[in-house]
């Protein structure tokens, strides 16, 4: 059933005071709270749901719980948590009086990320962006002049290495075989960590022929519980054959990569990880997937984020990403400051101008083009002060999820700095707290 909004009770309770009445209004979340229409939330998302069942969570509760997640980089438990310790955080959510409970399973969080997908996410994103422009914390003027760059996104994996994915797939089919009561001729229970840890022991003391030895044991010891699998899924029933059907393709695409493959399985629990080479001295390879994310050229708020799978050229992306920022903002950019990695871009309605450019530049777009590496503090703060460093969402989806979220997260900081320095600046009632003097001193 659609979510169903708080019921307004104009009456005050007697034995309660309101939360308004509690805090200082002041606060930048209790400004921010203002500045953003929750009401659209519930007309955009409503229609994923339908009309007959158990009335879904108020919308306001989960954009808040969404937005104060990715604002202060925590996990869906420690934003829940946090949610019944602080008052400013309950105002921010829509609740009028003090609330003791948790307001939600932390499961429920991640249904929700389900059902709306990328595209409901989206709406968090732009209302930001409505957000900072009405908080006079960015100018309209700013959306003409645009910045977009590449990063990469790391996905909650292990590092991979041959030695340990062998392993780990063993694990994975011995245990299925033994919860569905399949006898296996030999399950190397007690081999497998003993070539696994000879395998460490070996690569840290660079004795590399033998940590190879090791490695392609493991592997024929996969090989071995694999095909004598093979063999007794033909006598089992098809529901258990449909339990076994995606470990087992996930084992034989493991078997039968080779080193220079290009679509390589790095991880198990996540096959859609891909490695990606961005140049970097300090780490040659990253394990996740390529995200392109643009910003105003000025005031540095993000105007765009978006996940890019397969690894893609970055001048194939520059046409997606400004359609993304056309619809985020309602228009469309003049100019679009990159890097030289855009080269051979397809953009025609758009200026472009890359790094190091010097035809048709005027002094005015001169001081733009220095401007365009302010993007690249703007990547590091979601990554070091938001949860873009790491992403725990499962699958293609949770990736593309992720980095939308993480944007919103950084503009919010944005728009709460701004609000906070403001209110400072521009209150004549604002006054430090001095401490009394001890009678001492006087």
């Known amino acids: 059933m659609k979510p169903q909004a708080p019921p307004d009770s104009p009456t005050d309770d007697l034995f309660r005071h309101r939360l308004e009445n509690l805090i200082d209004q002041r606060h930048e979340l209790v400004k921010l709270s203002a500045l953003i229409d929750w009401e659209q939330f519930d007309v955009q998302w409503g229609e994923a749901f339908c009309e007959e069942g158990r009335p879904a969570i108020a919308t306001r509760l989960i954009a808040g719980l969404?937005?104060?997640?990715?604002?202060?980089?925590l996990s869906d438990e420690q934003v829940v948590?946090?949610?019944?310790?602080?008052?400013?955080?309950?105002?921010?959510?829509?609740?009028?009086?003090?609330?003791?409970e948790l307001p939600v399973n932390p499961s429920s969080l991640t249904r929700w990320r389900k059902r709306l997908g990328e595209t409901g996410v989206e709406s968090l994103l732009r209302e930001t962006i409505t957000a900072a422009i009405e908080a006079k914390a960015i100018k309209l003027g700013d959306l003409k002049r645009v910045t977009v760059d590449t990063t990469v996104q790391e996905k909650a994996i292990a590092f991979p290495t041959d030695s340990k994915l062998y392993h780990r797939a063993r694990e994975r089919l011995v245990r299925l075989a033994k919860t569905h009561r399949i006898a296996l001729r030999q399950s190397y229970v007690r081999v497998g960590p003993r070539l696994l840890f000879q395998n460490n022991r070996y690569g840290a003391?660079?004795?590399?022929?033998?940590?190879?030895?090791?490695?392609?044991r493991l592997k024929t010891v996969l090989g071995r519980v694999y095909r004598d699998l093979t063999r007794r899924l033909d006598e089992q029933p098809e529901a258990v054959q449909a339990v076994f059907a995606e470990p087992m393709a996930l084992t034989r695409r493991l078997l039968e990569q080779q080193r220079r493959d290009k679509h390589k399985l790095y991880s198990l629990h996540a096959p859609e990880v891909e490695c990606i080479a961005k140049g970097k001295?300090?780490?040659?390879?990253?394990?996740?997937v390529k995200v392109s994310i643009a910003t105003t050229n000025r005031s540095n708020l993000v105007v765009g984020a978006q996940a890019l799978p397969g690894n893609p050229h970055d001048g194939h992306?520059?046409?997606?990403?400004?359609?993304?920022?056309?619809?985020?903002?309602?228009r469309r950019p003049e100019r679009c400051y990159v890097d030289l990695g855009y080269r051979g871009h397809d953009v025609t309605d758009v200026e472009v101008f890359k790094a190091r450019q010097k035809r048709g530049v005027t002094r005015s777009i001169r001081r733009e083009l220095k401007r365009r590496n302010a993007i690249e503090p703007v990547i590091g703060h979601m990554k070091n002060d938001g949860l873009l460093h790491r992403n725990h969402l499962k699958g293609a989806e949770g990736d593309a999820i992720n980095v939308i979220l993480c944007a919103a997260g950084q503009n919010l900081r944005l728009i709460l700095n701004y609000l906070r320095v403001s209110w400072r600046n521009l209150s004549p009632a604002f006054i430090p707290y001095q401490s009394p003097a001890s009678p001492s001193t006087v």
């Open 66 to 73: 969404h937005y104060l997640k990715h604002t202060y980089a």
């Open 81 to 100: 948590k946090r949610w019944s310790e602080n008052p400013y955080w309950q105002y921010f959510c829509g609740e009028r009086y003090f609330q003791h």
């Open 205 to 216: 003391a660079r004795q590399l022929r033998r940590q190879r030895r090791t490695t392609a």
């Open 281 to 288: 001295a300090h780490k040659r390879y990253e394990f996740g």
């Open 317 to 330: 992306t520059l046409s997606k990403a400004l359609r993304q920022l056309q619809r985020l903002t309602g």
